[in-house]
């Protein structure tokens, strides 16, 4: 397991955790493999929710290769994705809004600052499916 993040799967969400600011070599790939494999798993509605609240900004390398993974899973997110949620410092808010105009998430995109708010959001998309 990374230090720098963590995955996890249930039933109904997708949990990236970020851990601290920045990856080490080798583990922001492996945070992307680990997403993209546990992403494509999935054959029902899921909410994908991300607490990068500790995050810094990305290597901007990093940010294509994450904009790329989610072309690659662009099938699943169609058929699956309720809603992304994402709880992230006003630190990430011009890199969010910048991804937003590169990707057009096509589902609903929710970006909270707060824990409570992130979490009550996660659980209204789980409710909608």
């Known amino acids: 397991m990374s ?6 799967k249930s039933p109904s969400v997708l949990r990236v955790t970020v851990h601290r600011s920045h990856p ?3 583990e922001f790939s492996a945070l992307m493999y680990e ?3 546990m992403y494509t798993q ?3 509605p899921f909410v994908l929710a991300m607490d990068l609240h500790l995050m810094g900004t990305l290597h901007p ?4 290769q994450w904009m790329m993974m989610f072309f690659r899973v662009s099938e699943t997110t169609k058929k699956h994705l309720i ?6 410092s006003s630190t990430l808010d011009d890199a969010i809004q910048s991804f937003l105009h590169m990707y057009d998430p096509i589902k609903p995109f929710y970006s909270l600052n ?3 708010a992130f979490e ?5 998309g789980t409710t909608r499916s």
């Open 3 to 8: 230090t720098f993040a963590s995955v996890t």
């Open 24 to 26: 080490l070599q080798g």
């Open 35 to 37: 997403c993209e494999t």
């Open 42 to 44: 999935y054959s029902r």
């Open 61 to 64: 390398v990093d940010a294509l």
């Open 83 to 88: 809603c992304t949620c994402i709880c992230a």
């Open 114 to 116: 707060t824990s409570n």
């Open 120 to 124: 009550a959001q996660i659980v209204k």
